[in-house]
């Protein structure tokens, strides 16, 4: 097993499951057959709005970050080392702060401080952040290839539509046709707003875990290690 492999195994990596509701259908309303609804122009709706599911801890978010850390692992024995260590007392009949000394005592073998101990897992944590930084800046290319161009053909739609109204018996079919692109493109940039939405809360939740086990590990550190 490679040490990326074992990294994975130092830290806790569980997807959450979320309760998915069921649907029920709905009767479709009857379709208006004079001339002046055929004609009119639906009300604007702003697809952006959509919303998206709770952001949860992801085994391929977790796997990116931990590639991450694998990647700027310090050379030498540092906090991964340490964490390793306590990985390998979990099962034994201690309590936390018996585990945290036991472990630390087979680190000070290999000349390990607390203070290196908490420096190199702070090392660990801005590693982390710089992959945050990129993440969010490949978020908003991404954001703004799947919808920021099509919102504005959606706003050349509606002013198309609009001028289009305005010869209600004669452009009517052409009205209607717009119309139908207009409902797609939007159901299109709904699906991926939402899509790009879960994706931040995925990697939010993995990054906020990640971290939060790391500080821990810190606080126990400095709590106990003295």
Known sequence: MGFGDRLKSWFVIEEESSAKGTSKNKPKAKKESTTSAKSAPKKATNPTTATSEPGKVTTKFMEILLAAMDKKNLDGFDYLEFKQS????????????????????????????????????????????????KFGQALVAQRSKQVGGRESQIKQLETGIQ??????????????????????????????????ETTKNNFIASFNSLVAQIQKDIDNMQKYLK
């Open 86 to 133: 306590l990985k390998s007392l979990e099962k034994m009949p201690m309590d936390e702060a018996t585990r945290y000394q036991s472990a630390f005592a087979m680190a000070k073998t290999m000349g390990a401080t607390p203070e290196q101990l908490v420096k190199t897992a702070s090392h660990y944590i801005n590693v982390l952040k710089s992959e945050e930084q």
């Open 163 to 196: 001028q289009k109204a305005e010869h209600i018996k004669k452009l009517t079919a052409e009205i209607e046709k717009d119309q139908k692109t207009l409902e797609k493109i939007k159901s299109e940039i709904s699906g991926a707003v939402v899509k790009v």
